[in-house]
């Protein structure tokens, strides 16, 4: 038994069915939880006041939105070496929810921006970084819909999110040359250190994390089983009209 | 692989090969931005770096679906598939034409435009070093997504969207070599960065755009 | 019940408001695709089995 047993897709939609109403389930429990502690339960900060609480949806849309593309990576790495259809399709149904946290990341951050900061948007490298990475997602998506026949459209966008993983982090390291940011460094890593995260605030924005996990997942599984229906639509039509 | 590089340039410089049309853009787009901002000189000369950089790139987007769109159309990109060639030094070739027809009459051009700008005369040499340097490897990305759309049929937006977006570490580079040599700072660092792309563009870039052209060619 | 948010509470409420909104249409569009493309799903392998 080994774990490209999942890649067959029927095997896939058997195995995942009965797990997702589970992770479905604990996605939105861990949500609601980590939410509600975060926006009434918190003390306000010293350097931020109540504006704290944004953090609790800002930092794991951030993180997600950055593992979103990983996962896509590996996934288009797995389909280029060992072609399982469902590592395309997972490829595929990840982009619009890694794009969908990406836009909050950068709405959120924006609005935190402009109380604190005092400006709406500010060209900073990491706010500058969101958007390409937005933009990245926008032409993954766009080179899907574009290309009819699945398999090369597999194949294209594979190439194009590994040449663009490459260049995503270049423009990262670019960008930070490029201007001096207002944007903090990450608070989570820096438990002990000189200015860690108070540890009020630390129980709640894990569990938002691993909402943001568990959302993240549950909606892949969801999307994909989705996009192997359609596949599978698309051959029984094909074999008919033959 | 010199015969196809002068085969496709001898394309580019006949008549419809669109030689002279990002030329002509790139100028156009120069004499506009005074328009849109107004004709503050002190201004436009702080600008200039950014400006000249961006129109490089648009005019360079303007081409790019020529690289192989056309090949495509009369059957003749096959027939270079299954030549000795290995498609790589194919790639790279065309990579190359297309830099030869717009990027380098561009960096040729550029200090004219410069003036016009108002952009500082210390940035000038920076200006050319920077274009030299940097087109080559838009270009060579360029030829990278025109080989992800060139079975499609309207490819030149989808491929704007997905090109622009790897421009951005070029541009960011190639803007901060001119601005820093317009005022006097070391120009040391962005330059070795933006040959640095450039190299490692050319050396990894006509692997994934024959790549790409296989998938399409299937 | 409602936190004093002071200057922050546009800011606060309105990122808990959008990502929620985000979230949710997402999940919503699809929940509703999946549902969608079952049903055809089984329609399209009901046909099948009719015509053999």
Redesign the interface.
């Known amino acids: 038994m080994s774990i490209w047993e999942y890649a067959n897709p029927k095997k896939f939609i058997a195995t995942t069915t009965p797990i997702l109403p589970w992770l479905t389930g604990a996605a939105i429990a861990t949500l609601v939880v980590g939410l509600i502690w975060g926006f009434f339960f918190t003390p306000e900060a010293a350097n931020f006041g109540a504006s704290v609480k944004i953090f609790f949806v800002h930092v794991p849309s951030a993180m997600m939105a950055i593992n979103a593309w990983a996962m896509m990576l590996v996934a288009s790495l797995i389909w280029v070496i060992r072609r399982h259809h469902v590592s395309a399709l997972a490829a595929r149904a990840a982009a619009p929810i890694g794009m969908v946290f990406t836009l909050i990341a950068l709405f959120t951050g924006a609005v935190w921006g402009q109380p604190t900061w005092g400006t709406w948007w500010e060209w900073d490298p990491r706010l500058t970084s969101f958007l390409i990475l937005f933009l990245f997602y926008l032409g993954y998506i766009a080179l899907w819909e574009a290309i009819e026949d699945p398999d090369t459209a597999a194949d294209l966008t594979a190439v194009l999110c590994m040449v663009g993983s490459v260049f995503a982090i270049l423009s990262r390291y670019a960008v930070k040359f490029w201007g001096q940011g207002l944007h903090q460094d990450s608070t989570i890593a820096k438990v002990g250190e000189r200015d860690p995260l108070h540890a009020s605030y630390y129980l709640p924005a894990l569990i938002c994390m691993a909402a943001f996990v568990l959302i993240f997942v549950a909606l892949v599984l969801i999307r994909t089983q989705t996009e192997i229906r359609a596949r599978r639509i698309r051959a029984l039509e094909a074999r008919m009209r033959a | 692989m010199i015969a196809l590089l002068k085969r496709d340039l001898a394309l580019a410089v006949r008549a419809g090969g669109g030689f002279g049309l990002g030329l002509a853009f790139f100028l156009i787009v120069i004499t506009l931005v005074p328009f849109g901002v107004g004709p503050d000189t002190g201004l436009l000369g702080r600008i200039a770096p950014g400006i000249v950089w961006v129109a490089a790139l648009l005019a360079a987007l303007l081409s790019l679906d020529r690289i192989f769109a056309l090949d495509h159309e009369d059957g003749s990109l096959p027939l270079l598939a299954t030549s000795p060639l290995p498609l790589e030094g194919v790639a790279l070739i065309k990579g190359l034409a297309h830099w030869i027809t717009t990027g380098l009459p561009l960096t040729i051009v550029a200090p004219v435009l410069g003036f016009l700008l108002n952009l500082d005369t210390a940035a000038f040499p920076w200006l050319l070093a920077s274009l030299a340097l940097g087109t080559p490897a838009l270009s060579m990305i360029g030829a990278f997504g025109a080989a992800l759309t060139v079975g499609l049929r309207r490819g030149g937006l989808l491929m704007s969207l997905l090109v622009l977006p790897l421009y951005v570490p070029t541009l960011i580079f190639g803007a901060l070599v001119v601005a820093r040599g317009a005022e006097g700072f070391s120009t040391h660092m962005p330059l070795l960065m933006l040959a640095g792309i450039t190299a490692g563009v050319f050396a990894l870039m006509p692997f994934a755009t024959a790549a790409a052209l296989r998938i399409n060619l299937r | 019940?409602i936190?004093?948010?002071?200057?922050?509470?546009?800011?606060?409420l309105?990122?808990?408001g959008?990502?929620?909104l985000?979230?949710v249409g997402?999940?919503w569009m699809?929940?509703q695709?999946?549902r969608k493309?079952?049903q055809?799903?089984e329609e399209?392998?009901a046909?099948?089995k009719r015509?053999g």
């Open positions: 019940m936190p004093e948010l002071g200057k922050y509470a546009f800011a606060v309105s990122s808990y959008v990502s929620i985000l979230l997402l999940a699809s929940v695709r999946a493309l079952r055809r799903l399209v392998e046909r099948m015509h």
